[in-house]
């Protein structure tokens, strides 16, 4: 993530600038880092995922959020736009405002080359101060690869991993389960890393 400009905001004057802006933009205490632009494949993914959480939640007591949704970490200073969010029973807002949340359950993002290293250590260390996270999922947009840390108890959090071989992820935090084929519905790899995978 690159730095708009040396010098710190404060939140109101991000959420200013967020109303305003042609771009979305995280806020991690005090700086501002414009996002990054998305892929097709990204796009294509996280909508799997949206698409098939909404139908399976349709008559349960669950909110699922995609992309325009800003979360609020309150103890560590950071707005974020998370892919997707599962919420249980009614959203949380920060603030009142409806654009704003501050309790999912479980969230699932779809790396990058560029934010993969962030998203799966400081944003997990910010995601795991939430009083109601219990899961995270990250999907590679690269490859048929998935990345599952539940929490099982006060500071202990199990992992899993999902490739090819495996037929579906089945998430802990809610009764839910998704082949990985639907996951990556529609995604063509380039050849170029096709090549890598059988490397």
């Known amino acids: 993530?690159?730095?708009?400009?040396?010098?710190?905001?404060?939140?109101?004057?991000?959420?200013?600038?967020?109303?305003?802006?042609?771009?979305?933009?995280?806020?991690?205490?005090?700086?501002?880092?414009?996002?990054?632009?998305?892929?097709?494949?990204?796009?294509?993914?996280?909508?799997?995922?949206?698409?098939?959480?909404?139908?399976?939640?349709?008559?349960?007591?669950?909110?699922v959020y995609m992309g325009d949704v800003r979360l609020w970490i309150a103890k560590r200073r950071i707005y974020t736009y998370p892919d997707v969010m599962i919420v249980a029973g009614e959203p949380e807002y920060f603030n009142n405002r409806i654009d704003t949340i501050v309790n999912p359950k479980a969230v699932i993002e779809v790396l990058s080359e560029s934010t993969k290293g962030y998203d799966k250590s400081g944003k997990f260390e910010a995601y795991r101060t939430l009083p109601s996270f219990e899961e995270y999922i990250l999907i590679d947009q690269t490859k048929v690869h998935v990345e599952q840390f539940y929490k099982t108890g006060k500071k202990r959090w199990s992992f899993g991993e999902y490739d090819a071989e495996d037929e579906a992820l089945a998430l802990n935090s809610v009764e839910f389960q998704i082949p990985l084929d639907d996951i990556y519905n529609k995604v063509k790899f380039t050849q170029e890393e096709v090549d890598k995978e059988s490397l």
């Open 1 to 63: 993530m690159q730095l708009t400009e040396q010098r710190y905001y404060s939140p109101e004057e991000y959420l200013a600038l967020e109303e305003v802006a042609d771009y979305k933009s995280e806020y991690i205490d005090g700086q501002i880092f414009p996002m990054t632009g998305g892929s097709t494949d990204r796009n294509q993914i996280a909508g799997n995922f949206y698409a098939e959480l909404n139908f399976a939640f349709k008559k349960l007591d669950y909110r």
